[in-house]
């Protein structure tokens, strides 16, 4: 059935600073709509140590940015790559982006499903 194989999603972690010039790429390609969650990546750096209020503690936390996006196949390519270009900034930590096959999707409020709920 093509309606199961033409959405995707695509879930993008990104550092907090790129945000806005994500968010102004995706909205240029005509795409509306993606769920922002504020996240916490481990592994991405080197642990250090900081002091607040005289208590030394060990940070070995990266605040990031987790993007949602349910966009039609077509544009996969495209929206991969912009996430990339922008995000992208030659230090460890940039982020990941994973694209999977959605079974369906529903707009809740009308009923549409598969591309028509995007």
């Not at 940070?59 to 991969?80: F, M, S």
């Not at 990941?96 to 999707?105: H, K």
């Amino acid at each position: 059935m093509e309606t199961e194989k033409a959405v995707k999603l695509i879930t993008a972690t990104i550092r907090p600073w790129r945000l806005d010039d994500v968010r102004e790429a995706v909205a240029a390609m005509g795409l509306q709509g993606m769920t922002i969650t504020e996240t916490e990546e481990y592994g991405v750096r080197e642990p250090h140590t900081e002091v607040y209020r005289g208590a030394e503690y060990r940070v070995e936390w990266a605040g990031r940015i987790r993007l949602e996006l349910a966009v039609d196949d077509v544009v996969v390519d495209q929206v991969v790559e912009a996430i990339c270009n922008i995000a992208r900034t030659g230090r460890r930590g940039d982020g990941r982006i994973t694209v999977a096959p959605l079974a369906e999707a529903l707009r809740i409020r009308t009923g549409e499903m598969g591309r028509d709920a995007l």
